[in-house]
């Protein structure tokens, strides 16, 4: 772009801002647009403001604002009740609430057992069972753990302090042999 076509596109822009501006302030619309409202029309008022307002009404189209009705309004205002300048003692703060009187809590003991105190548990574990053919019973295989092994039917006494009560697929029940630490162990494995 030349320098005098850059000169002729700068002059047509100022050409039309000024139009643009010119017929801002005018405030004139002829143009024929009627898209804008015109400000210049005076306000309808309704009710007893238009009947007082139509009489003074002046030449420039703008209602009577009732400056009458202000005056008479202030008469009616009762006096003020504070006053932000007097000044006045803080009051006192309200009691604080009491507080809820805490007792200490006493533990309570586990309940004691009585009687004498139980056997230990038995020390065996299940390993195994076997079956053998015909009317025999099933027999259970037991270990202590430190590398005895045990075979027993039911009824049997091992280690000579414990009787086997019942050998199952699962579980076997065996008990002390004056009666008392009646224990299930299960396989081991399960």
Known sequence: MTT??????????????????AFQLSGDDT????????????????????EEGTAARGLSGVDDVGL????????ALEPAQRNPFRFRPKPAPPPPAPRPVVRPVQPVAPPVPSGPPPPPPIPLRYVGYADEVGPAPRFGVFSDGKGMVANAKEGDILEGRYRVLRVGTDSAELVYLDGRGRQVIPLRGQ
């Open 4 to 21: 005098q076509q850059q000169y002729l596109l700068l002059g047509a822009l100022v050409s039309v801002l000024g139009g643009t501006v």
């Open 31 to 50: 143009a024929g647009s009627g898209s804008r409202p015109s400000n210049r029309s005076p306000r309808r008022v309704t009710g007893a403001a238009n």
């Open 68 to 75: 009458e009705r202000l005056s008479a309004a202030r008469d």
